[in-house]
T-cell receptor
Framework: GAGVSQSPSNKVTEKGKDVELRCDPI?????LYWYRQSLGQGLEFLIY????????KSGLPSDRFSAERTGGSVSTLTIQRTQQEDSAVYLC????????????FGSGTRLTVV | DQQVKQNSPSLSVQEGRISILNCDYT??????FLWYKKYPAEGPTFLIS?????DKNEDGRFTVFLNKSAKHLSLHIVPSQPGDSAVYFC?????????????FGKGTLLTVNP
């Protein structure tokens, strides 16, 4: 597609439930990234994919967070047993092999855990 | 420990005047810097970047200045327009290492008044 697409745009979930966030990157972009922005904070790196592999998962906050990417395209970020501190905007971005020209971000998924 | 700091949460300027957004960093390994602009309910969009081998990069109304000795960069917008009203994020990376990973500041909300 023309841009990075994320779904859902908003998600309200009860504490303890699992959620899945989806990202469709720009066609042909081999690199895919997940970031999150908590209230009043900057964007925080979560995970990086090159193709279907994730060479850097260092930003995932806990083992409740996982992500996968299939076919070198769509990625899913899964949060198990959600907690209130997981509430944030989750942003996906994609790029060609270099970051020098900047990522292209999606509009994000606003997750609210109640 | 915040490695990229944007100490001004907000800035208000008159249309036609200069907007100056500031950013400081602490990690001397950073050698590539980017500015992103974010409108509400949208993802950040890449604006302009600068490599540490330069001290200035200009693109139309936007100029980024880098002072490596002070670990400081700034974004100048001249002349400012109401459509420039957005949150501006400064980001940094280390091209020799995990160059896919951007470290972001918390952002500065710019309001350009007509």
């Amino acid at each position: 597609g023309a841009g990075v697409s994320q779904s859902p745009s908003n998600k309200v979930t009860e504490k303890g439930k699992d959620v899945e966030l989806r990202c469709d990157p720009i066609s042909g972009h081999t690199a895919l990234y997940w970031y999150r922005q908590s209230l009043g904070q900057g964007l925080e790196f979560l995970i990086y994919f090159q193709g279907n592999s994730a060479p850097d998962k260092s930003g995932l906050p806990s083992d409740r967070f996982s992500a996968e990417r299939t076919g070198g395209s769509v990625s899913t970020l899964t949060i198990q047993r959600t907690q209130q501190e997981d509430s944030a905007v989750y942003l996906c971005a994609s790029s060609t092999s270099t970051v020098n020209y900047g990522y292209t971000f999606g509009s994000g998924t606003r997750l609210t855990v109640v | 420990d915040q490695q990229v700091k944007q100490n001004s949460p907000s800035l208000s300027v008159q249309e036609g005047r200069i907007s100056i957004l500031n950013c400081d960093y602490t990690n001397s390994m950073f050698d590539y810097f980017l500015w992103y602009k974010k409108y509400p309910a949208e993802g950040p969009t890449f604006l302009i970047s600068i490599s540490s081998i330069k001290d200035k990069n200009e693109d139309g109304r936007f100029t980024v200045f880098l002072n490596k000795s002070a670990k400081h960069l700034s974004l100048h917008i001249v002349p400012s327009q109401p459509g420039d009203s957005a949150v501006y994020f400064c980001a940094a990376t280390y091209s020799g290492g995990s160059n896919y990973k951007l470290t972001f500041g918390k952002g500065t909300l710019l309001t350009v008044n007509p």
